[in-house]
C-alpha cells in the first residue's frame, strides 16, 4: 500500500514488539499489512537513535523552516510587485519602470 504515513507512536510501539520479542516481523507485517522491507529500516531507526527513532533530525527541522521562510519571502515579493504595478497605473507612471522594477524583482528571484 503505497503512501501510507506512520505515526511516531506506531512505529515504535511495532518496533518495540519486535525487540522484546512479542511479535515477529512477519506477525507485524501481516497484521498491519506492512512489507517487511519497511520494518528492517525502522529496526534499524530504532537501534540507531533510541526514542528519538522516527523524528525529524534537526537539520530536516532547520530545512523546511528555511523552504517555509523562501516560499514566503517570494509570496510576500510577488505582493510588493503587484501593488507598486498599481500605484505605478493609479499615479500615472510610465509602465517603463514597473517593467524595469519587475525585470529586477525576477532576476532577483532566479538568483535564490
Do not use: C
Not at 9 to 16: I, T, Y
Not at 35 to 51: A, F, I, N
Not at 104 to 111: D, F, G, P, V, Y
Request: glycine share 8%; net charge positive.
Amino acid at each position: 500500500m503505497p503512501g501510507r504515513v506512520f505515526s511516531r507512536e506506531f512505529n515504535l510501539s511495532r518496533v518495540k514488539a519486535m525487540a522484546n520479542g512479542e511479535k515477529t516481523n512477519t506477525q507485524i507485517g501481516r497484521e498491519h499489512q506492512i512489507d517487511q522491507s519497511m520494518l528492517t529500516p525502522w529496526k534499524r531507526e530504532h537501534r540507531d537513535r533510541g526514542e528519538a527513532a522516527f523524528t525529524p533530525s534537526t537539520q530536516q527541522q532547520v530545512q523546511g523552516e528555511v523552504e517555509a521562510l523562501q516560499a514566503r519571502s517570494a509570496e510576500l515579493e510577488r505582493f510588493i510587485g503587484q501593488q507598486f504595478y498599481e500605484i505605478s497605473v493609479l499615479t500615472g507612471r510610465g509602465t517603463l519602470r514597473v517593467q524595469k522594477a519587475l525585470q529586477k524583482l525576477a532576476s532577483k528571484n532566479a538568483l535564490t
